[in-house]
RNA sequence: GCGCGGAUAGCUCAGUUGGUAGAGCACCUGGUUUACACCCAGGUUGUCGGGGGUUCGAGCCCCUCUCCGCGCACCA
């Protein structure tokens, strides 16, 4: 309703009738007998009903005795019938055609007639005329030249006076009144049961009535240039399938009636002349070639007394259609650029994307392409993407009758804004839709408070750095671990531009959540916590800071569009802003920051693999631990029985006993295990966990059996594929490399627990 | 009637050119080692809706059936 808005919306409607686009003409409009009001097709919802189907009988004029018998759903509307037709091709009532029959009630006599339209094969395969409250009759009358006689009120009552007893009856009530006189005056045969669709009203949550009425219409203009844009992908649809529903709605487009009985919304802005305003109204058609008995423009007419403005408003599409452009700028820009200057710094036409729900493509989205193209002669937006519904947990679709929606304040309360957001983001599939589950919104919170408990771990450990991240970077003597968080998060970077880039919002939530919970809590800040002991290398501590630092800052910039608060908070607080520059208006991180680790070190993979033994071995020695019982045994040594342990360092011998909650990793080549002595095989080795005492050679033995057994079925796997000819020769070559490596690595382990279990004996 | 989706672990859902089925929640076991119990470690869980086909190989491709949802048309 802003002021320049509300002329954007009076100069199409003036531009478009006076492009003889929009007229105004009595026709079968969707009525609304409840808001009393006309609405557009889009707007009716088509419902299944439990009806009745009613056979009844008329009279055939001039043959005392004979009868046509009807089926109908709608008795009470039998005084409005014109004619009674059948279908011109029916040999059963062929020689009824041209004569008349008799209406009960009023009674008089109407005629019989032929329309291809009547299906032989429905109810008697004969139809009761009633062209003023039924489309398809309505147009049947027009082909016949048939009498309209109009039966309710706008509201739905009966407009019948010669019936007294129906007359003023709601129309269901009349139906039932109607059955019962038709009963009584023994032309009723039976009533069946019977299911049929009825068109409900959108908002009014009644049955529509098809009513003939004085409405507004519109021609859709650039229909061609709308249809073609899609046609062609200048206009990309995600996912792709709506581009389909899309062109068959385009193909097959109605005239839009734009002309609401309502109070509120923009008025059209058509004046008549006060002395022929009854008779204007009453035209049986209105358009352009009416021009000089009207007044229709953005302004009112200088001399109001003479004039009668037209009571209705527009459908409120009418203004949102023009949503791309008329946000952008005023008219008076539009049309006069040079004396408005302005038109160009405000205007950001055409735009990118449109974000948008499937459940609006006609309401909304094609009528923008229409009048975008038709008022700036250029496409509004290049993709279009159509986002999830979000349906309650039983499927249905979010409503306000149906109250199942949740109050987006009442959830932010419960799990914070950012929660909310990043579980919805997290569940935003590309294509279909999605049942909301609070627990998808309970992870978001969880997450929220994670990324803070991870900042607040930061803040502990260590004083806030100015942050120099790269230059520090270079400087800093960089662990494994720190070389493979941030070769990781360079990996991040270039996963969310491949995701965002595909429309995968879900997959960048996913890409986040993993990153940070699993890649850099659990594992980088687990193994890393050594350095963070008061007998630590300062050096390396303040290494340490700094890759954290680098990756949290990071991961702030990565992480805002889905969690802006949080984030922002946490960007101010950590300092990472120098005090001075919010987290939102800081260049996003592909279009300022160098990769984190290629300067640094050009080949990161040794570190990483390096890395990945480690974690990996972390992973069966932990398991090992819970397998007998130690998991929370502190005191747990495991022993390498031999020198070979190069290239692991002590270091990175206490920080696999840190993961693995182990007093310590001791090489010892003089080891000589007991016989039922725990052992393990991982990347780095094969390990024994000495237990005093719990030695038990048979448990020992029936656990690497058990793990034997798993490996034997992966290596007969790998060996079977290896062992087809017909996979070796067809299948792509990085198959076969890496079956063929998977064989060597199952052999091996296969040899090595063999070998173990042999020297339980 | 025409068209479009969906059916994968108990639940909600991922699974991107066909190549050893995944996440979170739930559940079970153990754990408060000074970031986090809104947490940590470990574990259990699948005739990938049914049937048929193509292929060396199918959750993925083709055909068919069943069920759920949506759009369009018709509905006397």
């Known amino acids: 309703m802003d002021p320049e808005y509300i002329k954007w919306v009076q100069h199409v409607f003036v531009d478009l009738f006076n492009k003889g686009l929009i007229y105004r003409g009595k026709r079968m409009v969707n009525w609304c007998p409840k808001t009393l009001t006309a609405i557009s097709d889009e707007e009716v919802i088509p419902t299944p009903q439990k009806s009745k189907l009613y056979y009844m009988r008329y009279a055939v004029a001039g043959e005392p005795g004979r009868f046509v018998e009807i089926a109908t759903t709608r008795p009470e509307t039998l005084m409005g019938d014109t004619a009674v037709a059948v279908n011109p091709n029916d040999k059963r009532y062929a020689d009824l055609v041209g004569k008349t029959a008799v209406r009960p009630f009023p009674e008089t006599e109407i005629p019989i007639i032929a329309d291809e339209h009547i299906d032989p094969e429905f ?150 002349q006060k002395e022929k305003a009854g008779a204007l109204k009453n035209a049986e058609s209105l358009d352009s070639s009416h021009a000089a008995d009207l007044h229709v423009s953005t302004e009112p007419p200088t001399d109001p007394e003479n004039w009668v403005q037209d009571d209705d408003v527009l459908d409120t599409w009418f203004s949102s259609w023009l949503w791309p452009f008329a946000t952008m700028e005023t008219v008076d820009q539009h049309l006069d650029p040079e004396n408005n200057p302005d038109a160009t710094s405000r205007c950001f036409y055409p735009t990118s994307d449109l974000v948008t729900g499937p459940d609006i493509i006609f309401f909304w989205v094609a009528r923008m392409i229409m009048a975008g193209f038709e008022y700036k002669k250029e496409l509004p937006f290049k993709n279009v993407f159509f986002t999830a519904l979000i349906r309650d947990i039983q499927g249905r679709k979010m409503s306000k009758s149906l109250g199942n929606s949740p109050d987006p304040l009442d959830l932010i309360a ?78 991040l970077a270039t996963n969310l531009e491949t995701a965002y880039t595909n429309y995968r919002f879900n997959d960048v939530g996913q890409l986040l959540y993993e990153f940070f919970w699993s890649n850099y809590c659990d594992w980088y800040l687990e193994a890393v916590k050594n350095n963070f002991k008061p007998d630590a290398d300062p050096k390396r501590k303040t290494a340490t800071l ?216």
Request: charged fraction near 25%.
């Open 123 to 272: 109810g008697t395969g004969v139809l009761k005329v009633t062209p003023a409250h039924d489309k398809a009759d309505y147009e049947i009358g027009l082909r016949a030249n048939l009498e309209i006689i109009d039966v309710l009120h706008p509201d739905g009552r009966i407009n019948c006076p010669e019936c007294p007893d129906l007359d003023g009856l709601d129309r269901f009530e009349a139906r039932d009144k109607a059955t019962e006189k038709l009963e009584s005056m023994g032309l009723l045969d039976k009533v069946d049961d019977y299911e049929n669709t009825v068109g409900f009203s959108e908002r009014g949550h009644v049955p529509i009535e098809p009513r003939l009425s004085m409405q507004w219409f519109l021609k859709y203009p650039s229909v061609k240039e709308a249809t073609d844009a899609v046609a062609h992908n200048n206009i990309v649809m995600r996912p792709e399938r709506w581009r389909k529903t899309y062109l068959h709605w385009m193909e097959n487009i109605q005239d839009w009636c734009i002309s609401r009985q309502l109070w509120w919304g923009h008025r059209v802005p058509v004046w008549y």
């Open 414 to 491: 419960k799990y914070g804004a950012d929660g909310l957001r990043f579980g919805l983001m997290r569940i935003a599939p590309l294509g279909t839709d999605v049942r909301f589950d609070e627990k998808q919104i309970e992870e978001g919170r969880n997450f929220a408070n994670k990324l803070w408990n991870a900042a607040r771990y930061r803040q502990m450990v260590g004083d806030n750095q100015e942050l120099t991240a790269n230059s520090q970077l270079l400087t800093a003597s960089l662990s494994i671990y720190d070389l493979d968080i941030l070769a990781k998060l360079d990996d």
């Open 546 to 761: 700094t890759v954290m630092d680098t990756v949290l800052s990071r991961f702030l910039q990565h992480l805002h569009p889905f969690m802006p608060h949080i984030t922002e908070e946490l960007w101010e607080k950590m300092g990472y802003g120098n005090g001075n520059d919010f987290l939102m208006l800081t260049p996003a991180v592909g279009d300022s920051a160098v990769p984190a680790i290629a300067d640094r070190c050009p080949n990161p993979d040794q570190a990483r693999q390096q890395v990945e033994a480690i974690y990996q071995s972390a992973r069966v020695l932990r398991n090992l631990k819970a397998e007998y019982n130690v998991a929370a045994n502190k005191n747990i040594r495991f022993i390498i029985p031999s020198t070979e342990t190069a290239p692991w360092s002590e270091q990175e011998l206490s920080t696999l006993a840190l993961l693995t909650g182990a007093k310590e990793i001791a090489t010892d080549p003089s080891f000589q295990a007991d016989k039922g002595t725990p052992s393990a095989l991982t990347p780095i080795g094969q390990l024994f966990m000495p237990l005093e005492g719990l030695i038990d050679v048979e448990a020992e033995k029936s656990r690497l059996n058990n793990e034997l057994a798993k490996v034997e079925k992966e290596f007969s796997k790998a060996q079977a594929k290896l062992n087809n000819p017909n996979f070796v020769e067809r299948a792509k070559p990085e198959a076969v490399t890496k079956a063929r490596a998977d064989l060597a690595s199952w052999t091996e382990k296969r040899e090595q627990l063999n070998a173990m279990i042999t020297s339980l004996h």
